[in-house]
């Protein structure tokens, strides 16, 4: 699976977008992008993933840059609920193994 | 819908007792999977189960065995627990699009 980097922490006011991104220059094309998050001590919750094209769903929205290279989660009205820590990961679509990065923290200010 | 559960939410246990985590999953998934997070750390994978009565080894899979008792249930069990065997245990169940669903945990602390 290729590997991802993602900035460390993030801060977000309370109602704004946050846009979270993710480097992945080493993606293969049958590689997919996920993106999960971990609120404090609860496990990880599933969020969005996408191939190529942009995705969207109740939660997020999913931008892929047109070269794979990387990507953007942006959580259109951010709050304080929120607060976590937000994985990006890269792999094939079958694999079983699912290896979490160290993440970006995401703190969303009021 | 449950989604995945996990029992107990809590243990202690001392050093050498043994003990099963019990996970169950009401989605009808094939695939289940059981992680270990340390403090500050990310996810490592134990052990999974591609479908019913099919298990294979995760990146940090010693000291621990697991059984797939059938499609709903995936448990692990700790036959003589250690103090680095401290964490938070994380089933999850894989779903139709290859997402992953997790359940709330299991605290465990050896001492």
């Known amino acids: 699976d290729a590997k991802t980097t993602q900035p460390t922490s993030m801060d977000c006011a309370e109602g704004r977008a946050a846009n979270l991104p993710c480097n992945h220059s080493?993606?293969?094309?049958?590689?997919?992008v996920y993106w999960y998050r971990q609120i404090h001590s609860q496990g990880p919750q599933y969020i969005i993933h996408g191939l190529k094209n942009n995705e969207t769903n109740e939660m997020a929205s999913l931008i892929i840059t047109e070269d794979r290279k990387s990507s953007t989660l942006i959580l259109p009205h951010a709050t304080l609920r929120d607060t976590a820590v937000y994985y990006c990961i890269v792999r094939v679509s079958y694999g079983n193994k699912l290896v979490f990065g160290a993440g970006t923290i995401l703190r969303v200010k009021s | 819908n449950a989604g995945v559960t996990q029992t107990p939410k809590f243990q202690v246990l001392k050093t050498g007792q043994s003990m099963t985590l019990q996970c169950a999953q009401d989605?009808?998934?094939?695939?289940m999977y059981w992680y270990r997070q340390d403090p500050g750390m990310g996810l490592r994978l134990i052990y999974y189960?591609?479908?019913?009565?099919?298990?294979d080894k995760g990146e940090v899979p010693n000291g621990y065995n697991v059984s797939r008792l059938n499609k709903r249930e995936f448990s692990l069990r700790l036959e003589s627990a250690a103090p680095s065997q401290t964490s938070v245990y994380f089933c999850a169940s894989l779903g139709r699009t290859y997402e992953q669903y997790f359940g709330p945990g299991t605290r465990l602390t050896v001492t």
């Open positions: 080493t993606i293969s094309g049958n590689e997919y």
């Open positions: 989605m009808n998934h094939n695939s």
């Open positions: 189960s591609a479908s019913e009565g099919t298990t």
